[in-house]
């Protein structure tokens, strides 16, 4: 199929969708979508790379893989943290082959052109000498961080960061997401297509059946359909001595009576979103018992400081507690395959067997979410066979989920 008549498809299934009602199959299923979504989304949008933690010491790296495109995010020798494509400017062969590491130089492997951490080519042999080696450096890539989270644009001309930046910054500071380091990373290959391990983030529906240890540490899977009066008073009563605490505090606060925060919201270009929230009674950490399980984060003047969410459209959620962080980051590798990295973070200063214990900081949300990677791969299969149709959407509880599907048919119509 030529791109125009991918293009006249893609049209023809978006007009097909019925509002308030889940996207054809095809969605989930054909590469050519897939292929529209790599250019119109991934290659376009800021996307969530990692934590400057993974590259502390000058000479550090990781490798970020988005579709085909390799990207180094190294640490160079003077000091500065930079994005660039991991592709050697002689015969474009890929550069960095392991995931991560540490390097005083960059040397490809082909013909051993070697580049300094900056992108700068040094050294080539053999080469004529009319030719500029100052054109020659490997291609640089926006970055940006936010406290510590970085982001990379594929594109050259990248959205407007600031908007961002400034909305998360009240969130993320307290929080000490800079002056945090990473505990602990496990890495998945969910078997489900990328907007649908979004769905299932978006809504709580699932959470009752699916997530006990999430529902009774939280409060903000209640809607307005499931809150009864004692749970709405419990809610009432929380946010009122939470607000309080974390008013004299001096901690920012955003969060909805009942139910999630609205999110995305694609009606106003809005791809990012922060909040804290009170935990249930009992609670003052996502853990297994609700207790403080590391030493306290940021400038948090106590435990009592609710939780805190995070997100970015297409690829990043985080959870903070008082004393740990968990990322989690998303890049698809193919129409039904996701990689999902989880992150755990903790203060930089704590130390593993005394001030923490990876059994005691990782089970919550590494249960929560293998909880989901599985019902993503059961709906992935659902979603790819010849009996499914679409179906509806609660407006109680699965606003958000309209909320993203409206995000993802207007961000991939960007060049139809
Ligand atoms: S392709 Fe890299 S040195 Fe030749
Ligand atoms: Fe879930």
């Known amino acids: 199929?030529?791109?125009?008549?991918?293009?006249?498809?893609?049209?023809?299934?978006?007009?097909?969708?019925?509002?308030?009602?889940?996207?054809?199959?095809?969605?989930?299923?054909?590469?050519?979508?897939?292929?529209?979504?790599?250019?119109?989304?991934?290659?376009?949008?800021?996307?969530?790379?990692?934590?400057?933690?993974?590259?502390?010491?000058?000479?550090?790296?990781?490798?970020?893989?988005?579709?085909?495109?390799?990207?180094?995010?190294?640490?160079?020798?003077?000091?500065?943290?930079?994005?660039?494509?991991?592709?050697?400017?002689?015969?474009?062969?890929?550069?960095?082959?392991?995931?991560?590491?540490?390097?005083?130089?960059?040397?490809?492997?082909?013909?051993?052109?070697?580049?300094?951490?900056?992108?700068?080519?040094?050294?080539?042999?053999?080469?004529?000498?009319?030719?500029?080696?100052?054109?020659?450096?490997?291609?640089?890539?926006?970055?940006?961080?936010?406290?510590?989270?970085?982001?990379?644009?594929?594109?050259?001309?990248?959205?407007?960061?600031?908007?961002?930046?400034?909305?998360?910054?009240?969130?993320?500071?307290?929080?000490?997401?800079?002056?945090?380091?990473?505990?602990?990373?496990?890495?998945?290959?969910?078997?489900?297509?990328?907007?649908?391990?979004?769905?299932?983030?978006?809504?709580?529906?699932?959470?009752?059946?699916?997530?006990?240890?999430?529902?009774?540490a939280n409060y903000d899977h209640y809607n307005e359909d499931d809150t009864t009066d004692l749970i709405r008073r419990k809610i009432d009563f929380a946010i009122e001595r939470d607000e309080k605490r974390w008013k004299d505090a001096g901690l920012a606060i955003n969060h909805k009576r009942t139910g999630m925060v609205c999110f995305p919201d694609p009606d106003n270009d809005i791809w990012y979103a922060s909040n804290r929230t009170p935990l249930a009674e009992g609670y003052v950490s996502e853990t297994m018992d609700g207790k403080q399980v590391s030493t306290l984060m940021g400038d948090y003047p106590n435990a009592d400081v609710g939780t805190i969410r995070m997100r970015t459209m297409p690829n990043m959620w985080m959870h903070g507690s008082c004393d740990h962080a968990v990322l989690t980051r998303l890049l698809p590798v193919g129409f039904n395959k996701t990689r999902v990295s989880v992150l755990w973070l903790v203060d930089q200063n704590a130390v593993e067997g005394e001030d923490y214990q990876l059994d005691q900081i990782m089970p919550f949300w590494q249960l929560t979410s293998e909880q989901d990677w599985e019902i993503c791969r059961l709906a992935q299969q659902g979603v790819s066979s010849g009996g499914y149709r679409p179906g509806p959407y609660s407006t109680y509880k699965e606003y958000n989920v309209d909320a993203f599907v409206r995000w993802y048919l207007k961000s991939l119509s960007i060049d139809l």
């Not at 893609?10 to 529209?36: C, H, M, N, V």
């Not at 960059?106 to 051993?112: F, N, R, T």
């Open 1 to 216: 199929m030529n791109t125009l008549e991918s293009s006249s498809k893609i049209k023809q299934l978006i007009a097909s969708r019925r509002e308030g009602w889940t996207l054809p199959g095809a969605f989930y299923q054909e590469d050519d979508i897939y292929r529209t979504e790599m250019n119109s989304i991934w290659r376009r949008q800021w996307l969530f790379a990692g934590h400057t933690d993974q590259v502390g010491q000058p000479g550090d790296f990781f490798v970020v893989t988005v579709d085909t495109d390799s990207i180094l995010i190294i640490h160079g020798l003077d000091g500065t943290i930079r994005a660039m494509h991991n592709i050697c400017r002689h015969r474009g062969t890929l550069i960095c082959q392991a995931e991560s590491g540490h390097a005083k130089k960059l040397v490809c492997p082909y013909h051993q052109w070697s580049y300094s951490t900056d992108g700068t080519l040094e050294h080539w042999r053999g080469m004529q000498e009319d030719l500029d080696k100052s054109e020659l450096g490997l291609v640089k890539l926006p970055l940006r961080t936010i406290e510590g989270m970085i982001y990379i644009c594929l594109s050259a001309s990248p959205p407007d960061f600031d908007p961002a930046y400034n909305s998360m910054l009240p969130m993320a500071l307290p929080q000490g997401l800079a002056q945090a380091k990473v505990a602990k990373q496990v890495d998945y290959i969910v078997e489900a297509n990328w907007k649908l391990v979004w769905e299932n983030n978006r809504e709580c529906y699932h959470c009752n059946a699916h997530h006990p240890q999430y529902m009774r």
